[in-house]
């Protein structure tokens, strides 16, 4: 197994809060993601890494922001929670062109 | 904008059967095509890819088909197995970055 793990696994928090979620790999690959799924939408990207510090938008990047300052950890960052942004969330790591790996998600409800 | 299109939410397969998740994409930048299985609770795990330079691609059970006129990908199992049933994601990327994932199929093998 791909070497990814992600923190917290299920978290409960109230709307307006900050949440960060954790993705740490010790593959040293160099592209990481962070996706959403929801029913009848599939995985939706969010942001994702090409690089420490370097980042870029996904197709649905609103309320959520990413940081990256070791190749080995990207983190997301929801600003001010929302009931929208109840979801599972994955992190992936990718080398070149080639399969990305999936942590065990994180399932996030806001209340 | 759903650049990448699995039509079918679902299908129904008997066991033994062959079974063809469809996906269909826009973007013909694409150059780099993936399909994932994942189980409740877990994360995506790959099954196979192809590149835009080759139209099939086989690894034991599983066989994924490129037309690139079609902007079309298929996957085919053959045989089914109970163990199959689980939802179904094509992904597509162009260059090393970005992977856009379709809705998803959830597959349900018929013992």
């Known amino acids: 197994d791909a070497g990814i793990t992600q923190s917290p696994r299920h978290k409960v928090t109230e709307t307006g809060t900050p949440v960060t979620l954790r993705c740490h790999q010790t593959?040293?690959?160099?592209?990481m993601y962070w996706y959403r799924q929801d029913p009848g939408h599939g995985l939706r990207l969010i942001h994702y890494?090409?690089?420490?510090?370097?980042?870029d938008k996904g197709e649905v990047s609103d309320g959520y922001s990413v940081s990256r300052s070791k190749t080995e950890d990207f983190l997301l960052t929801l600003e001010s929670a929302t009931s929208s942004q109840t979801s599972v969330y994955f992190c992936?790591?990718?080398?070149?062109?080639?399969?990305?790996?999936f942590g065990q998600g994180t399932r996030l409800t806001v209340v | 904008d759903q650049q990448v299109k699995q039509n079918s939410p679902s299908l129904s397969v008997q066991e033994g059967r062959i079974s063809i998740l469809n996906c269909d994409y826009t973007n013909s930048m694409f150059d780099y095509f993936l399909w994932y299985k994942k189980y409740p609770a877990e994360g995506p795990t790959f099954l196979i890819s192809?590149?835009?330079?080759?139209d099939k691609n086989e690894d034991g059970r599983f066989t994924v088909f490129l037309n690139k006129s079609a902007k079309h990908l298929s996957l085919h199992i053959v045989p089914s197995q109970p163990g199959d049933s689980a939802v179904y994601f094509c992904?597509?990327?162009?260059?090393?970055?970005?992977?856009?994932f379709g809705t998803g199929t959830r597959l349900t093998i018929i013992p």
């Open positions: 992904a597509a990327s162009f260059g090393n970055e970005k992977l856009t």
């Open positions: 192809i590149s835009s330079i080759k």
């Open positions: 890494s090409y690089g420490v510090k370097d980042t």
């Open positions: 992936a790591i990718r080398d070149r062109a080639a399969e990305a790996f």
């Open positions: 593959e040293n690959h160099r592209y």
